[in-house]
Nanobody, 115 residues
Framework: QVQLVESGGGLVQPGGSLRLSCAASISAFRITVMGWYRQAPGKQREFVAYITPAGSSNYADSVKGRFTISRDNAKNTVDLRMNTLKPEDTAVYYC?????????WGQGTLVTVSS
């Protein structure tokens, strides 16, 4: 059974940084494109970033230049380094495959950017 567990969220001031981590129990992780998504209060879930098995990445325009996605195929983990955080980055952050599978959504981790 696939399980994705996100961690690392918290409260941070505008301009601050956080590093999110996702532990994925996917047997084919090494050949799976992985992504991060987020859902802000009152809004639909949206794409944030994805990374291919080889390490190529792509980002939503709203986070480009501030967020960096990485993966460790030996540990089955996907990280999201978030810098220069803004209040509009406040959301619950989820990892999933790309495209996402409805069966894989986990609890997510809450990121709150506020002074």
């Amino acid at each position: 059974q696939v399980q994705l567990v996100e961690s690392g969220g918290g409260l941070v001031q505008p301009g601050g940084s956080l590093r999110l981590s996702c532990a994925a129990s996917i047997s084919a992780f090494r050949i799976t494109v992985m992504g991060w998504y987020r859902q802000a209060p009152g809004k639909q879930r949206e794409f944030v970033a994805y990374i291919t098995p080889a390490g190529s990445s792509n980002y939503a325009d709203s986070v480009k230049g501030r967020f960096t996605i990485s993966r460790d195929n030996a540990k089955n983990t996907v990280d999201l380094r978030m810098n220069t955080l803004k209040p509009e980055d406040t959301a619950v952050y989820y990892c999933n495959t790309r495209p996402p599978s409805s069966n894989y959504w986990g609890q997510g981790t809450l990121v709150t950017v506020s002074s």
